[in-house]
């Protein structure tokens, strides 16, 4: 069965598209080649899953990027803000205050994980209920590695989902783990072959959505009371962090060796 343009929605910029099947909405990004996030498309999707969550015709809600990778995460090869810092017409308009949206919205979401969820890509991931995963899937909360502070939000979300010892482990050594160890430590919920990662993700979405819609929407508030908050106090030390861990050689050093594709090598300065 093919599915059709969401009924009377409105023009999506480029980089969302929208499908619906029944009563699963599939949200998907596109910003080719690697789906990295900025500020228009964390806004995006803000306003899609808000206006969702007026939609009584939508119970559940997949996240999917296009192409190779779910989200690499930010891009420091145009820069070294990677488009964190606040924008001259935006005072606190930080990408991660508009990510405090996404925490905030009713509708159940289940992210198709296909390729390299990294960075702010994986903190993408989790902010979704559920995520299906594959094989060849890639996981990494890298920012140690370039040199900063972790981000968009993950100081909670992820010890919230898999534990302090086992995030601190990732946190700590920037680590990229495969969709078996994701799987394994409970970052996935589902592993399935690559071709198949969407459909999987849109049957468990249309699962969910056989259940009755206001009990699902109620138990959701219940079981992520306090998320949104944890997640504010969370990206305001983040940010805070990051600002001025950004302006030191360390990170410059990240970055160069992120675009070497070698080992950094930091000196504490």
Same mark, same amino acid.
């Given at each position: 069965?093919?599915?059709?343009?969401?009924?009377?929605? /409105?023009?999506?910029?480029?980089?969302?598209?929208?499908?619906? %099947?029944?009563?699963? &909405? $599939?949200? $998907?990004?596109?910003? /080719? =080649?690697?789906?990295? +996030?900025?500020?228009?498309? &964390?806004?995006?999707?803000?306003?899609?899953? %808000? @206006?969702?969550?007026?939609?009584?015709?939508?119970?559940?809600?997949?996240?999917?990027?296009?192409?190779?990778?779910?989200?690499?995460?930010?891009?420091?090869?145009?820069?070294? #803000?990677?488009?964190?810092?606040? /924008?001259?017409?935006? =005072?606190?308009?930080?990408?991660?205050?508009?990510?405090? !949206?996404?925490? @905030?919205?009713?509708?159940?979401?289940?992210?198709?994980?296909?390729?390299?969820? +990294?960075?702010?890509?994986?903190?993408?991931?989790?902010?979704?209920?559920?995520?299906?995963?594959?094989?060849?899937?890639?996981?990494?909360?890298?920012?140690?590695?370039?040199? *900063?502070?972790?981000? *968009?939000?993950? #100081? $909670?979300?992820?010890?919230?989902?898999?534990?302090?010892?086992?995030?601190?482990?990732?946190?700590?050594?920037?680590?990229? +783990?495969?969709?078996?160890?994701?799987?394994?430590?409970?970052?996935?919920?589902?592993?399935?072959?690559?071709?198949?990662?969407?459909?999987?993700?849109?049957?468990?979405?249309?699962? +969910?959505?056989?259940?009755? /819609? *206001?009990?699902?929407?109620?138990? !959701?508030?219940?079981? @992520?009371?306090?998320?949104?908050?944890?997640?504010?106090?969370? $990206?305001?030390?983040?940010?805070?962090?990051?600002?001025?861990? @950004?302006?030191?050689?360390? *990170?410059?050093?990240?970055?160069?060796?992120?675009?070497?594709?070698?080992?950094?090598?930091?000196?504490?300065?």
């Amino acid at each position: 069965m093919t599915a059709q343009p969401t009924p009377g929605q /409105p023009a999506a910029a480029p980089m969302l598209g929208e499908t619906r %099947e029944g009563h699963v &909405v $599939t949200l $998907t990004f596109s910003r /080719p =080649p690697n789906n990295h +996030i900025n500020r228009a498309l &964390v806004i995006g999707l803000a306003e899609a899953l %808000e @206006r969702l969550d007026g939609d009584a015709g939508c119970r559940a809600v997949v996240l999917a990027g296009a192409g190779r990778h779910f989200c690499a995460g930010a891009d420091f090869s145009q820069g070294d #803000s990677g488009g964190l810092d606040m /924008p001259d017409d935006l =005072p606190g308009g930080t990408l991660y205050r508009m990510a405090g !949206r996404l925490v @905030r919205t009713r509708k159940p979401i289940v992210a198709a994980v296909q390729g390299a969820a +990294i960075g702010a890509g994986l903190g993408l991931a989790l902010l979704a209920d559920f995520r299906v995963g594959c094989a060849e899937a890639r996981f990494s909360a890298n920012f140690t590695r370039l040199g *900063f502070h972790p981000g *968009f939000g993950l #100081s $909670t979300t992820l010890p919230r989902l898999i534990g302090a010892q086992k995030a601190a482990l990732l946190f700590y050594t920037g680590r990229r +783990i495969d969709g078996a160890t994701a799987l394994e430590i409970g970052l996935l919920d589902e592993l399935v072959p690559q071709a198949e990662v969407l459909a999987a993700a849109q049957a468990l979405a249309a699962e +969910i959505a056989t259940s009755a /819609p *206001f009990a699902v929407q109620g138990l !959701r508030a219940t079981l @992520r009371r306090g998320l949104a908050e944890a997640f504010d106090a969370a $990206t305001e030390r983040e940010f805070e962090q990051q600002s001025w861990q @950004r302006r030191m050689a360390d *990170f410059a050093e990240g970055r160069r060796a992120m675009a070497e594709r070698r080992p950094p090598v930091f000196e504490g300065r």
